[in-house]
């Protein structure tokens, strides 16, 4: 079971951008497929995007298409979630985790999940 430290949150306005990162420990990092949630207040998880380890396949959720972007740095053990012009509605904490495979992108260990990054979007 890996470890995951997420950072980069913030508070920013309606249309501004944020970079998030995921450090993970373990030495096969390369070979997991890393995914981004996030929950909002009195809401569920939900799934924001994924990249696969090896060919850096990506998956985004209808409604971050073209506005986020997801990438990992093998060599840090780490990944990015690239946030431009944030809505309100997107204020949440944000999750990375290890995830099954880029077509069912469910956690490995839904049971673990890291401390989060808190991102807050004012109107």
């Known amino acids: 079971q890996v470890q995951l430290v997420e950072s980069g949150g913030g508070l920013v306005q309606a249309g501004e951008s944020l970079r998030l990162s995921c450090a993970a420990s373990?030495?096969?990092?390369?070979?997991?497929?890393m995914a981004w949630f996030r929950q909002a207040p009195g809401k569920g998880r939900e799934f924001v995007a994924a990249i696969s380890g090896s060919s850096g396949t990506t998956r985004y959720a209808d409604c971050v298409k073209g506005r986020f972007t997801i990438s990992r740095d093998n060599a840090k053990n780490t990944v990015y979630l690239q946030m431009n012009s944030l809505k309100p509605e997107e204020t949440a904490v944000y999750y990375c985790n290890v995830v099954k495979s880029i077509g069912d992108p469910a956690p490995i260990w839904s049971d673990y999940w890291g401390e989060g990054t808190q991102v807050t979007v004012s109107s």
């Open positions: 373990g030495r096969t990092f390369d070979l997991y497929t």
